[in-house]
DNA sequence: TATTTGTTATAGTACATATATAACAGATGG
DNA sequence: CCATCTGTTATATATGTACTATAACAAATA
């Protein structure tokens, strides 16, 4: 499996789990109909609690990430098509809130508007055109 | 004060009080050699007790906002220029590991780089170059 | 020198995280 | 149909963090 988790850190263990199936999204590694292993023998590979596994399953499932039908597991849902407007917007208020965020430490810092525009593309391009896809 | 808190936040209180305080700083309400109120006096104000507010001092002087000396109680630094370079230098890694998180979390919903360039553009120009400044 | 400062110590409550069993309803493959 | 696997829920325990409550300390200062 793609996933592992770091005990040593200090973000929660269902947060990485979490964390590491969006990042699979995004780069497509994870596509709309593909299944996730069950909560129990993710949690056998990890070498963690079931709970753990299934609390991170329950927030992808609220997230809209992931749809759940019965025995059939955990399944990677088309958030794009399905998302409902109420989270569409909610998240965008939340990142728009984050950037804000980060750009307020950054000023008290000394930085500068152009610093911050700089850095934020800089990750967007990372992001959204890795090295090594045509787009 | 131009301090308050939310209790039924999920932010930590110690967090809350930190933030606000940066926030100052970088609107330029709070500028280097201005005293912050002690700890028992501030904590007295917002109703809280007195070892959240030192957290948050604590904080603050761990991350170079601050000085402590003695009876004079907490002072506003002149980060820009007192800033050690490693504390610089771990303050733009955090920053962009949490551009690049938000990044990757906007692609898994299906946004694209244009769209996370313009939010975050959107932001420092709110947060740089306020309404009201002649800058 | 008496007071105020941040700091530290101790103790208690409340909540989040993670673990460990156990049982449940629903979907599904045989 | 039915045994099985799915996510889900219910307890219980242990640990860590957040917050509160007193209390005392060294350092700086008016």
Redesign the pocket.
Known sequence: MFLEVD?SSDE????QIRAQIVSAVASGELAPGDS??????L?GDL??????V??A??ML?DEGYVT???????VIADITRMASPARAQEHRERLTAELARLATELKARGGTRDEFVRLATAQADAVFCPPGQGT
Chains 1, 2 share one sequence.
């Open positions: 005990l929660p263990i269902y947060r996730l292993p069950s909560v129990r023998s949690a070498g963690v609690n079931m709970h753990t299934n609390k399953y329950a499932r759940m039908r019965g025995r059939s597991g955990a």
